[in-house]
């Protein structure tokens, strides 16, 4: 069983930048697809970004558009969401997820078997 939690989110003004932090454990994290996802209380669950598991290749949400990154570092077992540039349409709790078998693409939240509580982050304008 995996384990996720993540870290980082806050209040933060329009243009800023912040950085969200997963730290898995309980499993093999190298062997893991990671992904970021976010949810508002009136908008399901949308994909941010995910990451394969050497960090090599990443996809990312249309809305994203250079301005946010993803990585991850297999020594700490974590893996990080970098936001530039932030807007106040990007507030939102965001979710990581990890997960191995994907049919559909990564960018679907039903192909992700663990998620984590989440990190609420605040854009104000």
């Known amino acids: 069983q995996v384990q996720l939690v993540e870290s980082g989110g806050r209040l933060v003004q329009a243009g800023e930048s912040l950085r969200l932090s997963c730290v898995a454990s309980g499993g093999t994290f190298n062997n893991l697809i990671m992904g970021w996802f976010r949810q508002t209380p009136i908008n399901e669950r949308e994909f941010v970004a995910a990451i394969d598991w050497s960090g090599r290749n990443q996809i990312y949400g249309d809305f994203v558009r250079g301005r946010f990154t993803i990585s991850r570092d297999n020594t700490r077992n974590s893996v990080y969401l970098q936001m530039n540039e932030v807007r106040p349409e990007d507030t939102a709790i965001y979710y990581c997820?990890?997960?191995?078998?994907?049919?559909?693409?990564?960018?679907?939240?039903?192909?992700?078997?663990?998620w984590g509580q989440g990190t609420q982050v605040s854009v104000s304008s």
């Open positions: 997820a990890a997960g191995t078998i994907f049919d559909k693409g990564l960018e679907h939240a039903e192909e992700y078997d663990y």
